[in-house]
């Protein structure tokens, strides 16, 4: 009599990736909430030169950058359910094309300082420029960050490290860069928009 | 585990849903970025944007971080912070 195969659903309540990384994330998290609550409280309290700031800022750049960094979130998602059908080459190649989206991103931002600085607008200009450049420059630190973190599980992927499903380390890397797409979204409304 | 038993532990993300995810913030973020021209009073275009942040993060928390099938606590956490946090700002900028 042959053994019948058994489908057992285990329960799917697991965490992707590793506990520190989601601990690290949060953290991550936390700097940024204070950052962007200490911005709005100083737009109260200087309403109009965050207003005239603001029209100084490109939102067509801010837009792009948006998109940009979505669009590269969206290859790395794209890329995971890969890894989970261990297709390791494939994968690879997805995270690739996720990079080239940030390095777009990358690219627009830097143009943006450049044209704020031949304006002559600098982090001393106001209140307004000072928190733009801190907070957009901290964040573009994360995006150059989680550039590193992808090269490394777009390297460990192609030498096949994960493999048989143990695929944590794959997970905590894309759970970081889309950590840095959230923040983002957030980022992007309260300095260009509202 | 005994012999034949298969394991079926495979709810993961799908290349439709994150296509579909992907379309919806590209979409969100568009319409976040016109908002003021058709929207006269900053008031109701604050509370839009923000609202519009809020849907957004649902989607990058449950669809790109896989968290819609994570525990609870840590989905609850991070939807919390995408929901708490446009809410703060959303009540500096209207008090």
């Known amino acids: 009599m042959t053994n019948p195969s058994i489908a057992i659903e285990l329960p799917d309540k697991k965490l992707p990736g590793d506990l520190a990384m989601w601990f690290f994330i949060l953290a991550e998290l936390t700097v940024f909430a204070i950052f962007f609550i200490g911005f709005s409280v100083s737009e109260q309290l200087n309403a109009e030169m965050f207003s005239q700031g603001k029209a100084q800022l490109h939102q067509t750049a801010g837009l792009i950058n948006t998109i940009a960094l979505i669009t590269s979130s969206f290859f790395v998602a794209i890329a995971l359910t890969k890894i989970h059908k261990a297709q390791a080459k494939q994968a690879v190649l997805l995270l690739l094309t996720a990079k080239a989206f940030a390095i777009i991103y990358i690219s627009v931002k830097i143009w943006e300082y450049l044209s704020l600085f031949e304006q002559g607008i600098t982090i001393e200009t106001n209140t307004f420029f000072t928190l733009y450049f801190l907070i957009t420059a901290f964040h573009l630190m994360h995006v150059l960050l989680g550039m590193v973190i992808l090269a490394f599980i777009a390297y460990s992927a192609w030498h096949g490290k994960y493999q048989n499903n143990e695929i944590s380390g794959f997970e905590a890397g894309t759970s970081y860069w889309h950590m840095v797409d959230l923040l983002w979204i957030i980022l992007f409304p309260l300095i260009y928009v509202i | ?95």
């Open chain 2, 1 to 95: 585990m005994r012999k034949g038993n298969v394991v079926k532990n495979n709810k993961t993300v799908n290349m439709a849903a994150a296509t579909k995810s992907w379309l919806l913030l590209i979409a969100l973020s568009v319409i976040a970025i016109y908002l003021p021209e058709f929207v006269d009073h900053k008031s109701f275009y604050t509370i839009a944007a923000l609202v519009i942040v809020v849907i957004k993060g649902q989607q990058i928390v449950d669809i790109f971080m896989e968290l819609k099938n994570a525990p609870k606590f840590w989905r609850l956490l991070f939807l919390s912070y995408i929901t708490l946090l446009p809410l703060i700002i959303s009540v500096i900028y209207l008090t």
